[in-house]
Structure formats: structure tokens, C-alpha cells
């Protein structure tokens, strides 16, 4: 971002001509990972302490994909969650605007660890020295503005929710140390069934940072946008199949917490009465076969949520929890 950024959340992402993405890194303790990016001519914000992130190129099919690469490639970090938080334009010099899709993730590590092969140097900052930092205008209101949507409101209250914030947890148990809300993931999840009653699944890649190796219903993270409308867009992008949204019904939620302290996850899992086209793998990097399986018989490395959801389903109950205290 610089100086000349604005935020636009409320513009629809699929409307923007998306090509970069940053990377929106907070701890426990409110602080935020800063990049100090080379004070050299010729790019965005020499000298100054922006977010890790950076241009999509070619082979990235989603914005995800273009920030999860850079923080590869920049430093060596690998999230497991990174939740679309907000859009911004970012005003180059030649006049042209340039939408970033911020991502935010929460990471509990030390930052002199990551090998950094551009900028200066990696540090936590909390919000409020922020002001005596030699940054853009605009990366520190983003910043503060995702600050005040983990304080804690008052009794009572609604926080104000940024494009692709998902729900506050509702029990004492979801508040971060601090008292500080926790943001929850968002997920849409297809139980696709055949005429013979099987499941379709997928078995996702031994890399990826999410379930590695494991079967797994199609899914994907919700956007801006409505979850049915997520179901909709991540069937066509990760299986080829054609569904109408009209014939989408949702069957279970699944409210959980993978790892003790780690970011709760809201799985909604919705049912197609009707779809058209075969199960084909599009995405080779996140899911590497599709198959379908009896409920009875599903395979010993199943997400733990997704067996849950579908044995929900077949009792006819409408929700699960788990890994709560």
C-alpha cells in the first residue's frame, strides 16, 4: 500500500480486477508483524514498515495463492488460516489503481527466526506506537481498524465487521487473552451424495497446510460473499461442477476448534439437490482425487469435522460441536 491508498471494502471483490494481496499478521498480545521493506528507488514505500505480500503473477488461480507465495518466498512463513479481511486501492505512480486483497492470519512466533530474503527486517508492533513509524497512512488506519474489531464492545453490542470478518464466538471461551474477541473462520462444505448414497470427498495434497493427506469434503473459505454463494463458486473451481444456488440446502454446522487455543472454525455444510457435471481434480495443488464413499465405509484419514457433519447428518441432527472445554 501508500500513501495514495484507500480503503474499499464495500466494493464487490468480484468486480475488482484483483492482481495483489498483503498479508495482515497479528499475535496474542495485539501486536502486528511489520515488514521494513529496503530503502531503495524504484518501489512502493522504500525505507518505510508496510505488510508482507506482493503482485499476483501467472500461476496463482486465487489471491490466496498469490499472498501464501509470498510469504513463502519472502520469508519462509507458512500459515494455516489466512482470512480475507478487506480490499484496499493502492494508487502507482504511473496513475494506475491496483486492488490488494488484506488477508489476516494469527501467528504466535518469533520473527528473527524467518530467513528474509527481501526488505530490512521483521518486527512486532503494537498499534499505538505505530504513529512514530515511518509508514503509509493507510496500512496503519487498516490496522487500527482490525484492532477495534478484536477489542471488546460492550455488553450488548456488535463490533463493526470488515469485508470477510466472519462471527464473534459466543461463549467466554472464544476471547483471546486480553478479552479480546476472536474472529471465526467461515467455511462452506458440499455433502454431495449419489444415487447410491456415497459421499463425495477429496484427498488433499500431502503439502497442503490444512489436513495434509486427508479426506475432505470440497470446501473452501467464504469471501465476501454469502455462503451459498462460496459453495457455489468453490464446486466450480475445484471440481468443475455446475450448481444452481436455488438447489442448495444446508444440511449441518459444525462449530469447532482444531488444537487447543487455536482459531475457531464455523463449517457449514450444505446439500445439492441437483448439480451438473463429473467430479474432475482442477486445483492439483490443494486436492489431488476425487472419490466417492459410502457413509458406512469412509476412509480412516477423514477430517474429524467432516465425519462428524456426516454422521449429523444421517441422525438427522442439525448441529455439532467440537474441541470445546
Known amino acids: 500500500m501508500t500513501e495514495r491508498t484507500s480503503p474499499t471494502d464495500s466494493a464487490p471483490l468480484n468486480q475488482l480486477p484483483r492482481a495483489n494481496a498483503s498479508a495482515l499478521i497479528y499475535n496474542d498480545s495485539g501486536e502486528y508483524l511489520l515488514h521494513l521493506r529496503d530503502d531503495v528507488p524504484g518501489i512502493w514505500e522504500p525505507g518505510a514498515w508496510s505488510l508482507l505480500g506482493g503482485g499476483r503473477e501467472p500461476g496463482d488461480r486465487t489471491l490466496e495463492e498469490t499472498v501464501r507465495r509470498e510469504l513463502r518466498e519472502e520469508a519462509g512463513l507458512h500459515l494455516t488460516d489466512l482470512t480475507p479481511f478487506a480490499v484496499e486501492r493502492a494508487h502507482a505512480s504511473d496513475g494506475t489503481t491496483v486492488p490488494i486483497q488484506i488477508f489476516a492470519a494469527q501467528w504466535a512466533g518469533d520473527p528473527e527466526t524467518l530467513e528474509l530474503t527481501e526488505g530490512v527486517m521483521l518486527h512486532w508492533f503494537r498499534p499505538e506506537v505505530m504513529p512514530r513509524l515511518r509508514m503509509a497512512p493507510a496500512t496503519r488506519e487498516l490496522i487500527r481498524r482490525h484492532a477495534r474489531l478484536l477489542d471488546t464492545t460492550s455488553p450488548g453490542t456488535t463490533p463493526p465487521m470488515a469485508a470477510g470478518a466472519a462471527c ?158
Open 168 to 325: 464473534r464466538p459466543c461463549t467466554p471461551s472464544g476471547q483471546a487473552r486480553g478479552g479480546r474477541a476472536v474472529v471465526n473462520v467461515i467455511g462452506a462444505h458440499l455433502c454431495l451424495e449419489n444415487t447410491d448414497g456415497e459421499v463425495l470427498l477429496g484427498l488433499r495434497h500431502q503439502d497442503s497446510a490444512y489436513a495434509a493427506s486427508t479426506w475432505h469434503f470440497l470446501a473452501g473459505h467464504c469471501e465476501q460473499e454469502s455462503a451459498r454463494a462460496c459453495l457455489v463458486r468453490e464446486a466450480h473451481e475445484e471440481a468443475g461442477l455446475l450448481i444452481d444456488p436455488g438447489d442448495v440446502e444446508l444440511a449441518h454446522v459444525v462449530h469447532l476448534v482444531d488444537t487447543p487455543g487455536g482459531r475457531p472454525r464455523m463449517a457449514m455444510v450444505f446439500r445439492a439437490r441437483l448439480w451438473s457435471g463429473t467430479p474432475e481434480v482442477r486445483e492439483p495443488d490443494k486436492c489431488t482425487s476425487w472419490s466417492w464413499w459410502h457413509p458406512d465405509g469412509l476412509p480412516a484419514r477423514t477430517v474429524p469435522y467432516t465425519r462428524a457433519a456426516i454422521e449429523g447428518i444421517r441422525a438427522g441432527r442439525r448441529y455439532t460441536e467440537m474441541g470445546w472445554s
